[in-house]
């Protein structure tokens, strides 16, 4: 399976040369695609075909072999969710509920040693919470606090801590 991913970007007020134009860089990189498809004798499967419109609400129709592709608000590509209002927000949330699930049946092994618990965290939650890559950059705060908390879990699974962590009322008014 191939993937193609077009961006064009609008810096101001999208007028309609800018959508026709839109819609011609679209169906010129889609035939590229296919021309590169025919000499490799690759087939496309248009019903696996997405087009996410993100940037302008009514976006001129694609058509490609006489066929029109429609618009979806979000996609799965090679594992990563995409949506068109909050890219990466289902993506996190997939990620975040493994990794909780897997971290819930690692539970059973508190009494391992901690160099042995590390490595089942690196071998079996660390990469839940990493692939596909997510670029930390552009998500939100909230989405990478969820990230964070189930990285605290471990980090207190691994170490035996309990939270919250009791304190007695001296040490807490010191």
Do not use: M
Request: contains cysteine; positive net charge.
């Amino acid at each position: 399976d191939f993937t193609q991913v077009i961006i064009t970007k609008f810096h101001s007020t999208i007028t309609q040369p800018q959508r026709d134009q839109h819609k011609i860089n679209v169906e010129e990189e889609i035939i590229k695609q296919n021309r590169f498809e025919k000499e490799w004798k690759i087939k496309t499967n248009i019903a696996k075909f997405a087009i996410i419109n993100i940037g302008f609400y009514k976006a001129p129709t694609i058509v490609i072999n006489n066929t029109p592709i429609p618009y979806t608000n979000d996609t799965k590509l090679l594992g990563l969710h995409i949506t068109r209002h909050n890219f990466y927000v289902k993506q996190v949330e997939s990620n975040t509920n493994r990794a909780r699930a897997e971290l819930k049946k690692l539970n059973r092994f508190r009494l391992l040693k901690t160099k042995l618990k590390v490595r089942l965290y690196k071998a079996l939650i660390l990469p839940l919470l990493t692939y596909p890559i997510i670029p930390l950059n552009i998500i939100s705060d909230t989405q990478l606090k969820k990230l964070q908390v189930i990285q605290n879990q471990a980090v207190r699974w691994i170490s035996n801590e309990r939270w919250p962590i009791i304190c007695p009322i001296e040490l807490r008014q010191a």
